[in-house]
Nanobody
């Protein structure tokens, strides 16, 4: 059974930083793209960042570009999301997802497995 477990979410002040982690098990992690998505209260889930199996291709949502960095460590079966200069609009539950294929994509329909999410709250 494939499991994705996110961690690192917490309350942080405006302008602060956080690093989220997502560790997977039960699957050949290194063969698949990984992504981060988020869902704010009352809003639809939205794309944040994605990384290809090798880490060679990365895409970001315009709203986080320049502030967030996605990375992966295939030896640890873990993908990370470094979030800097956070603002209250970044408040959401953050989900990691494992793609159906190797290529990075912002399309949530191309992700097969999802974690339970970790709450990030940015106070003003």
């Amino acid at each position: 059974q494939v499991q994705l477990v996110e961690s690192g979410g917490r309350l942080v002040q405006d302008g602060g930083s956080l690093r989220l982690s997502c560790t997977t098990s039960g699957r050949t992690f290194s063969s698949y793209a990984m992504g981060w998505f988020r869902q704010a209260l009352g809003k639809e889930r939205e794309f944040v960042a994605t990384i290809s199996w090798s880490g060679g291709t990365i895409y970001y949502a315009d709203t986080v570009k320049g502030r967030f960095t996605i990375s992966r460590d295939n030896a640890k079966n873990t993908v990370y999301l470094q979030m800097n200069n956070l603002n209250p609009e970044d408040t959401a539950v953050y989900y990691c997802a494992a793609g159906k294929g190797s290529y990075a994509t912002p399309n949530p329909q191309l992700y097969y497995y999802w974690g339970q999410g970790t709450q990030v709250t940015v106070s003003s």
